[in-house]
């Protein structure tokens, strides 16, 4: 199987992103992979602290060698927003290809020092994963909200210190990007809007790859534009989650009686299954090479 990088490095010439998707249980594993088979594209699978406990760090780490063991596609796992340097060191020793540093909510000094001193442990454990670290505030968990706050973006002067100082390979920026959905975005009433000349000027100023978290909700030009713009890898997981829910609730009115909980969780595999299909066929629309397989 090819490595991260070089997957990240064709798909940043491509003009085209790597899908990431969090994945807290096996419905949504099955599904992302289900998915990125029938399109043939390579795919990051995420999971926070959170959804490692619930699964086991190790454990995911065993279910997704299996996997990918089964097929060529390109597989990758992500210890997503790893808060100590004890749950970075444990990621990298189970086998993750990328682990995401996230002291963002300390001083920027700080951040520095704390997300340095990971990226050194865990390229001691093996110098092949890559260290992904973040700056500016994008707010926490990937569920539904009740208002929008204001967030203090990322600049690109504060991208290029970090960058040099800290020696991660992928840069998260606060870019007008948030964690989590308004109910209004569930229904698609309104949608969150990126600032793209910023990222464009993140991109320059860092020169590493970028990746755009809270991507569920994001307005679909918006996303093209800020692929055209140097994102490499955009996270979708409040709209898995939603979908998860849905299909759960539809299967369980539909089917009253069942209790075989492979006949329920079809349901729910097919619906975050679409979701994910939908947002891997538009990550890579805009590239020059590109042939939409959709519909045949
Ligand atoms: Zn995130």
Redesign the pocket.
Known sequence: MDTLRNVLTQSEKAEVAVGHFNVADVVLLKAVLSAAHEAGDPVIVGA?EGERDFLGTRQLAALVKSLREESDLPVFLNA??THSLAKAMQAANSGFDLV?VDFSALPFEQNVSRTKEAVEAIKAINPAIMAEGEIGD?GTG?EIHETAQQRRLTTPEEARQFVRSTGIDIL?PAVGNM?GMLESMVHGKTRKRLDIERIAEIKKAAGIFLTL??GSGTDDEDLCKAIAAGISII?I?TELRVAWRQGIESALLKQPKEVVPYRILRAPLEAVRDVVSRRLRLFRSHSPGYVDVSHR
């Open positions: 926070s997503d927003h995401g994008i990937s998260a964690h978290h809270g996270h997981n």
